[in-house]
């Protein structure tokens, strides 16, 4: 038969589409979960649960960088647009390769109101990886993938801890694969986006309280154990909630634009994606090692195993603690970052950012168990937050660049809901980094960022327990602190 026409370019899209899947494949394998959920993105690196360190370039510069990327791919995030367009990718029919890391160690800990003694995160240092591929179509066209971890969660703490009852090991990660193409109508004016297929991962680990269960036995309905002599902060359970492989989708575009020979415009938006979550809910026994009263409200014998009747009544086949499924939501929000780049001189630019993020979106969670008696809102009532975003890089040599910057943001969760799960605060952050073109079309970047966080007032439990009523200040018993050094490296590869 007859080649037709259109089979090298239909070639060109089959081999372009395989090595898409192979880029998520290679970046999944090598850097994604290892045990689940919990083990995703260490968090808390930007405001709410965001991770903005998408290559070690845009790292250095405090993440400033949606007027003028970096030419390592990384524009996939930073914006779309900036895939053509002069001044990042000058190879209008070349290849861009970026792929690399953040590490993410963090440190912090609660000191209860009460003067008890303080307890401390324990939280690994964990890895956040980025892939990102380019190609030029032509003069002014471009296309693009990208595998990024742009919103995740871990945080840890001792089982022994009083939050535990709140959450002890808790994860949230949403890995974004976004296809992009980007057009330059015009010189100095570009513009680009693609849609976004996210992939979501969320576990929760709690420590139940028997203070607060009621007793189901007597005359009293509303009897708790707690009532009974039970102290507050006996656990007899552990739970398990874990969902994963939540599929959403939305969309990310950008447009760049010159402003005169020495300023670029960059503007970007990324959608809210809403991932629903279908999982498991495991429970546990914990041994309390405690016997029943004489005259107690099961009729039973003075001294009989508490754990014994609980084992029968609260945990056997017929109990309201079994294994079961569960549903949960989460809203990953929305993005608006506006940004300026001023060259002031020859090797030396000054970017800045302000970004919007809308985590108003995340008010609540909603767990929804097979046994609706198990059924629970946690709160959230989050609020959007702004970041500034200020950055240099100086070319210092000709293979050699070196860059700064500084970043603030505000917290998104109010003063009701700072709990365990993120003990966030308003952020300061200095970051320092610089870039190697060791060889033709090959640069190496390294990047290091300290985050200082303000002290913030917060509470061990997510609610009183019983009431479930709205969250209120008057449940805060202690002082959050928190810090992390991030480090990252990116390597990036172009071939023309």
């Not at 507050?232 to 874990?242: A, D, I, W």
């Not at 809901?417 to 970047?445: K, M, Y």
């Amino acid at each position: 038969m007859a080649s037709s026409s259109h089979e090298p370019a239909r070639s060109r899209v089959t081999h372009l589409l395989r090595l898409a899947v192979f880029a998520v494949a290679a970046t999944l394998l090598l850097f994604g979960p290892r045990a689940g959920p919990a083990s995703g993105p260490a968090a808390l690196s930007a405001q709410g649960f965001g991770v903005y360190e998408q290559g070690a370039c845009a790292m250095a510069r405090a993440g400033a960088s949606v007027a003028r990327p970096c030419a390592d791919g990384s524009a996939l995030f930073f914006n779309p647009a900036a895939l053509t367009g002069t001044g990042v990718h000058d190879t209008p029919t070349g290849w861009t390769f970026g792929a690399g890391g953040t590490l993410i160690a963090v440190s912090g800990g609660f000191q209860p109101a009460d003067g008890a003694p303080r307890t401390e995160l324990d939280n690994d240092p964990i890895p956040v990886p980025h892939f990102f591929v380019r190609k030029g179509l032509g003069e002014n066209l471009a296309a693009g993938l990208g595998v990024y971890v742009p919103y995740g969660l871990s945080s840890r703490w001792p089982a022994e801890f009083d939050g535990a009852f709140s959450g002890f090991d808790n994860g949230l990660e949403s890995i974004y694969i976004q296809p992009t193409l980007a057009w330059e109508p015009r010189s100095g004016l570009s513009i680009g986006g693609g849609p976004v297929v996210v992939v979501g991962g969320v576990e929760l680990n709690q420590r139940l309280d028997l203070s607060e269960q009621r007793v189901g036995q007597g005359d009293d309905p509303d009897l708790t154990f707690g009532q009974l002599g039970i102290p507050r902060g006996t656990p007899f359970g552990e739970v398990r909630l874990e969902g994963s492989g939540a599929t959403g989708f939305g969309a990310h575009v950008g447009l760049r634009a010159h402003l005169g020979d020495r300023v670029e415009l960059g503007l970007r938006y990324l959608t809210e994606v809403g991932l629903d979550y279908e999982g498991d809910a495991r429970f546990t026994q914990v041994e309390t090692g405690r016997t029943l009263a004489p005259n107690n409200p099961f009729g039973l014998p003075g001294g009989t195993p508490l754990d014994l009747v609980l084992q029968q009544a609260v945990f056997g086949s017929d109990g309201l603690l079994v294994d079961q499924g569960v549903t949960t939501a989460a809203d990953m929000p929305a993005q608006a970052v506006a940004g300026l780049a001023v060259d002031v001189r020859p090797g030396l630019t000054v970017h800045s950012d302000l970004q919007w993020t809308g985590w108003s979106s995340f008010d609540e969670i909603e767990l929804e168990f097979e046994n609706p008696e198990l059924n629970e809102t946690i709160v959230q009532n989050y609020d959007d937050t702004w970041a500034i975003r200020v950055g240099a890089e100086a070319r210092v040599a000709p293979d050699w660049t070196v860059s700064a910057g500084y970043l603030h943001n505000t917290a998104a969760a109010p003063a009701e809901t700072v709990t365990p799960l993120l003990p966030e605060s308003d952020r300061n952050h200095i970051t320092l980094g610089a870039g190697w073109q060791f060889r033709d079309g090959v640069r190496v970047d390294a990047a290091y960022q300290r985050l200082m966080q303000n002290d913030r007032t917060g509470r061990t439990r997510s609610s009183d327990g019983l009431t479930g009523g709205p969250p209120t200040t008057d449940l805060n018993n202690g002082l959050y602190d928190f810090g992390a050094h991030l480090l990252g490296l990116s390597l990036s590869v172009e071939v023309r």
